[in-house]
């Protein structure tokens, strides 16, 4: 049944080569009249003071570590879900715990203020 | 043969689909424009064409003959890549989207969806997942800061909101038991649609797909007034235009999504021929696309914090507890 991913390949080749033919022939037809100041960042006029790329704040690695947590939760639940029909009462009651125990991380976490933006 | 017509069918679907995209997209920059404009008492554009019905051909062109400008101290590879990212990701996720019921063409039944996979749902989320790919690295490598942390907020954003959008369709999944779209679909015929038993997963999946697709109130990455356009802001000729085509081709596919999970996808109030089934699954994407745009013009923007606080401390919570409903209800019918 490998053929009907070979449609799918065509639609992201045709993609891709769109995305490509378009970046090329705006290079091409478009002027290049670079100067120094064009080309430095544009920041409302300003002149940029100190590095862009620094430490960015511990706030986005904590999201990040959590959607880790909670985005293979997904990952259990949907073949879960797909087959809830078949496993009936104790599918349910086993996901029910699995769900629980996840829960009282959430909890934690919250209370540890992990979520918080101040 | 056989082998013959299977390209030919796919290369023709294929080629359509695109076309008809591309279009879309175009017209929907002009339909977005037109419709904001009346919601804020103007006219929008008017004046190329009757109507402005030429804007879009007039901006295409111009963003081909614009300076294809790149930071001096730009990351020059991947600031060139991220926009094509972006598109690449927006426009595959059409590949799984099923438009309408098969059809008789030629004495072959072709179904008008281009791979009925049956990972379907799996692969738009996954796909989706690819495009924040674009946005984040453009923001970084234009070495510029209100574009880094456009790109920042913009990472912690998608990734709460991917987590309530996959949990939100969770209760339509154990109601079809199957990730496959067109067999979704088919289980919705008459009347069956998913909005009807899934009412909170539909209003948490459009939440979440707001947040996606970055739109207006959830639009933090782009925030006009206080990051001067955010992730895409050294961005300028067709690379640009790509971010753009790629956001409104995403909003149209999470429509199209909506469609085929809550909506019933081609399944209308009353049968139309096959062929012209796509008409149901057309006028429902078309509807909720103008909510988006509507939506756009009546909200204003909300806080970072609040966005946060918002998609972990209740759409989150809220998604679960849905799961736990729809499973304790169908547990307790006997399924």
Known sequence: MLNTYVPVLFLIGLAVFFAVFAVGVSHLLGPRRVNPVKASPYECGMITLGPTHQAVPIKYYIIAMLFLVFDLEVVFLYPWAIVFRKLGVFGFVEMMIFVFILLIGFIYVWKKGALEWE | ?335
């Open chain 2, 1 to 335: 043969m056989e082998l013959a017509y299977f390209l030919i069918e796919t290369v023709v679907k294929v080629v359509a689909v695109f076309a008809v995209l591309m279009l879309v997209v175009a017209y929907l920059t002009l339909a977005e424009r037109k419709i904001l404009g009346r919601i804020q008492v103007r006219y929008g554009p008017n004046r190329v064409g009757p109507f402005g019905l030429f804007q879009p051909i007039a901006d295409g062109i111009k963003a081909f003959f614009k300076e294809d400008l790149v930071p001096a101290r730009a990351d020059k590879t991947l600031f060139v890549i991220a926009p094509m990212i972006s598109i690449t990701a927006a426009i595959s996720l059409f590949a799984v989207i099923p438009f309408g019921e098969q059809i008789e063409l030629f004495g072959r039944r072709i179904s008008l969806t281009i791979a009925s996979l049956d990972i379907g749902l799996l692969y738009v989320f996954a796909v989706a997942s690819l495009g924040e790919y674009g946005i984040v690295l453009g923001g970084w490598s234009g070495y510029n800061k209100y574009g880094l942390m456009g790109a920042l907020r913009a990472a912690a954003q998608m990734i709460s909101y991917e987590v309530a959008l996959a949990l939100s369709v969770m209760g339509v999944l154990m109601i079809a038991g199957t990730l496959n779209l067109v067999e979704i679909v088919r289980q919705q015929a008459g009347w069956h649609w998913n909005i009807l038993y899934q009412p909170f997963a539909f209003i948490f999946y459009l939440v979440c797909a707001l947040a996606e697709i970055n739109r207006t109130p959830f639009d933090m990455p782009e925030a006009e007034a206080e990051l001067a356009c955010g992730f895409n802001i050294e961005y300028s000729s067709m690379k640009f235009a790509l971010f753009f085509m790629a956001e409104y081709a995403h909003l149209v596919a999470v429509c199209a999504i909506a469609t085929t999970l809550f909506l019933g996808g081609w399944d209308g109030p009353f049968n139309l021929p096959p062929a012209l089934s796509w008409i149901w699954f057309v006028a429902k994407t078309g509807i909720l696309v103008y909510f988006f745009i509507w939506e756009r013009g009546t909200f204003p923007r909300l806080r970072y914090d609040q966005i946060m606080r918002f998609g972990w401390k209740f759409l989150l919570p809220l998604t679960l507890a849905n799961i736990v409903g729809t499973g304790l209800y169908m547990v307790l019918r006997g399924m």
